[in-house]
């Protein structure tokens, strides 16, 4: 009698490295061909953003071509990010080793956005701000394109992508802020409806994702060693790092965030003591969610 392999087939989709190094300069040349297009359709959406003196502020033509390419990457990245969770969701060797087309769409789209970004992040100008989206940017790049020539963790690549959900709201507030009638906007039910959407999105997609994302990733590994042992650095060490370290980056932006949810919707805002206390609970839960997850 045939021994039946007691483990799901394997789902891979690999690629040449030749026809994956052609793919990625296909992308490299999209998102470098739209982060510029960008500029003069900032140009005829917001006229007044023409004549800002600091193009990289609030205002800037380049602030308002930055939140529109921010805006379409978040939407053209989400339904990868749901399609690979989908199919490589259904066995652990799945989710540690297995590929699709969605889930190297979805990598290569996000490894050549943030590389067609750095410059871009230059042009506006370093600040504070922008030197923590640089970090972000080079340890995404390094953990997402180990994993995209390795063939792995694909899985908790898109699942930690579903944080982008939260940039469509960002992307609207900076948007707003580049039209002229920009006080009258902020007035607005679809304003304060977007800022109560954005701290939603932004606890439910980074606060709460990012530790059940780390905690289903360290119990698949405890449960079933047998398939996780021929890890190497890049699963142990730096998808773990980079999630906490991501997690902590969002933690930090988030309490910029919540005041401004509050004082668009004229609400007393919260001192930064309770914010941080919330933070810590919604850790705790997205521990817990993980843990249940598989």
């Not at 969605?102 to 600040?127: A, E, Q, V």
């Not at 992508?161 to 469509?168: D, P, Q, R, W």
């Amino acid at each position: 009698m045939d021994v039946v392999d007691s483990y799901p087939l394997q789902i891979r989709y690999d690629m040449q490295y030749s026809e994956l190094l052609r793919l990625t300069m296909v992308y490299i040349a999209i998102c470098s061909i739209g982060q510029i297009l960008a500029i003069p359709v900032s140009w005829l959406l917001f006229p007044r953003s023409r004549t800002q003196e600091a193009r990289g502020e609030p205002g800037g033509d380049l602030w308002a071509a930055d939140a529109i390419c921010l805006l379409l990457f978040s939407i053209a990245l989400l339904p990868s990010a749901f399609g690979s969770i989908t199919i490589l969701s259904t066995s652990v060797d799945a989710r540690w080793n297995g590929t699709c087309w969605s889930s190297i769409h979805g990598c290569l789209l996000l490894c050549t956005r943030l590389f067609c970004h750095i410059p871009f992040l230059f042009w506006k100008g370093l600040n504070a701000s922008r030197k923590r989206i640089l970090v972000h940017h080079v340890m995404v790049i390094l953990v997402y394109g180990t994993g995209l020539l390795k063939g792995s963790m694909h899985f908790w690549g898109a699942a930690a992508g579903l944080c982008e959900f939260s940039n469509m709201f960002l992307a609207n507030i900076e948007l707003v802020k580049c039209c002229s009638n920009m006080h009258q906007l902020k007035q607005s039910l679809l304003y304060k409806l977007n800022s109560a959407f954005l701290s939603l999105a932004y606890i439910c997609c980074r606060l709460v994702l990012f530790p059940a994302v780390l905690a289903a990733l360290l119990t698949d590994a405890y449960t079933h060693p047998e398939l996780t042992v021929r890890s190497s650095m890049v699963e142990w060490v730096m998808m773990p790092m980079s999630i906490c370290c991501v997690w902590a980056m969002s933690a930090f932006e988030f309490r910029n965030i919540f005041e401004g949810t509050f004082k668009a919707l004229d609400l007393d805002v919260k001192n930064a003591s309770s914010c941080l206390q919330l933070e810590i609970w919604l850790a705790i839960l997205g521990l817990l969610v993980g843990h249940c997850l598989f």
